[in-house]
């Protein structure tokens, strides 16, 4: 089964992403988190890209399709996969079409998850992960469950994103409604996109998900 998981900065894409591979053992694709492992490693396409991120900004399609066609070449996607922050634009999209074709593979679901923007800026200005794995966590909604230790893995330290800061925010909704809002019609015109209420109760959004997973396309 290969989903997307689509929605604007902090609707939950990685949260949800995370349960779903531990419920269907399917892999998260998240592009983002890929960028920020090339730039923690300091390799050339994470010293490329890093200047972009932090301004709220799309990285060129280019870089971001080659970098989705060789993981998902890569036997661990063979029983599926979930895409969390690609594609972000129509580009992006025909690419995705093009890559799976040429390996016989489909998309079963693209699933929106529908949010409240202003309830978002709130999310992401207290959003923060663990150093070592990447879980993320809220300063109010969603601590870790013994103070300052990763309920996944155990580590003890935990880093906001730079482009977490308010103005990137801003930029990566702006980004968000003119290059990736565009996608929508793509995939609703194929009859394959479904929408979540992504304000809930993550265990509620989970719910809702995992219907839409359940259910023939
Ligand atoms: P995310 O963690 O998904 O919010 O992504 C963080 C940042 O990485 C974005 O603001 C972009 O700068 C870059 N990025 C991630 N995925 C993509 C993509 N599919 N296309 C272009 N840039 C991306």
């Known amino acids: 089964m290969n989903l997307i998981l689509l929605g604007p900065p902090g609707a939950g894409k990685g949260t949800q992403a995370k349960r779903l591979e531990q419920s269907h053992g399917l892999v998260q694709l998240a592009t983002g988190d890929m960028l920020r492992a090339a ?14 991120m932090d301004s709220g900004q799309l990285v060129p399609d280019g870089v971001i399709i080659d970098m989705i066609a060789e993981r998902i070449a890569r036997p661990d996607c063979r029983n599926g996969f979930i895409l969390d922050g690609f594609p972000r634009t129509v580009p992006q999209a025909e690419a995705l079409d093009e890559m799976l074709a040429e390996r016989r593979q489909t998309l ?3 699933i929106l998850m529908q949010v409240d923007e202003a309830a978002l800026i709130d999310r992401l200005a207290g959003r923060f992960s663990c150093k070592n794995c990447g879980a993320s966590y809220h300063e109010r909604y969603h601590r870790p469950q013994a103070e300052g230790v990763c309920d996944l893995c155990g580590g003890c330290e935990f880093v906001h994103r730079p482009d977490d800061r308010p103005e990137a925010v801003e930029a990566r909704f702006e980004v968000y409604r003119r290059q990736t809002a565009p996608i929508l019609p793509y995939y609703r015109d194929r009859g394959i996109l479904r929408t979540v209420d992504g304000m809930g109760e993550i265990d509620e959004v989970a719910r809702q998900i995992e219907a839409i997973v359940a259910s023939a396309k």
């Open 108 to 110: 079963d679901h693209v």
């Open 39 to 52: 730039t923690a490693r300091g390799s050339e396409l994470g010293l490329k890209v890093k200047a972009i």
